[in-house]
């Protein structure tokens, strides 16, 4: 049973625009959430990171959100560049240990 | 700073056959963890190694999968036999202990077993 769902497979943005992908989540005792971004044959690389204490992190032009009532996170990008285009991946950790529990990724694409 | 490495980058094997992944985490980590993508799906849990200690072995498949850490630096996952459903991508990560939780990610290891 998938407990992070990242229910949009893809994404279109303009360059200049804003991003945002969605990421919802089942399980109340995850504790942290994580965003990672991947290119095609290489391994998931680390964005943003956020505590289930916090409400946004930010790291220049991306933003994690965390509603933790509506169980919800979403990755904010701005100014989307087309070097952002990717699979972006959610990931949360539970409270009882390390595993990361990712979602399906959604594709981004930045057009120029 | 050399990232997660992981070899070989991609290993066909048959049926029966058994293959050995390995991982080298980055210098000074005493996390790692093993992960594994099957096509059409979302990244999956393996295990984790305190150093040379299974803290956490809960996404391990089956008894067709061995895991070992020797000394506490890289590690190694077997696949013996292999099946046609162990296909896909097997990622290592690895991180410090201590206050963050980031996993940083080696590029993978595609299996196919035919």
């Known amino acids: 049973d998938q407990q992070v769902k990242q229910n949009s497979p893809s994404l279109s943005v303009q360059e200049g625009r804003i991003s945002i992908l969605n990421c919802d989540y089942t399980?109340?005792?995850?504790?942290?959430f994580l965003w990672y971004k991947k290119y095609p044959a290489e391994g998931p690389t680390f964005l943003i990171s956020?505590?289930?204490?916090?409400d946004k992190n930010e790291d220049g032009r991306f933003t994690v959100f965390l509603n933790k009532s509506a169980k919800h996170l979403s990755l904010h990008i701005v100014p989307s560049q087309p070097g952002d285009s990717a699979v972006y991946f959610c990931?949360?950790?539970?409270?009882?240990?390390?595993?990361?529990?990712f979602g399906k990724g959604t594709s981004l694409l930045v057009t120029p | 700073e050399a990232g997660v490495t992981q070899f070989p980058s991609h290993s066909v094997i048959e049926k029966g056959q058994t293959v050995t992944l390995r991982c080298d985490p980055i210098?000074?980590?005493?996390?790692l963890y093993w992960y594994r993508r099957v096509m059409g799906k979302e990244i999956k849990f393996l295990l984790h190694?305190?150093?040379?200690?299974?803290?956490?072995e809960s996404g391990m498949p089956n008894n067709r999968f061995l895991a070992e850490r020797t000394g506490g630096t890289y590690s190694t996952l077997k696949v013996q036999p292999a099946e046609l459903e162990d296909s896909g991508v097997y990622f290592c990560?690895?991180?410090?202990?201590?206050?963050?939780?980031?996993?940083?990610f080696g590029p993978g290891t595609r299996l196919t077993v035919t």
């Open positions: 990560a690895s991180s410090h202990v201590g206050w963050s939780y980031e996993q940083y």
């Open positions: 956020i505590s289930s204490i916090k």
């Open positions: 990931a949360a950790k539970g409270n009882s240990g390390y595993a990361l529990n």
């Open positions: 399980n109340s005792m995850f504790d942290y």
């Open positions: 190694f305190v150093k040379e200690s299974k803290q956490d």
């Open positions: 210098s000074g980590h005493d996390n």
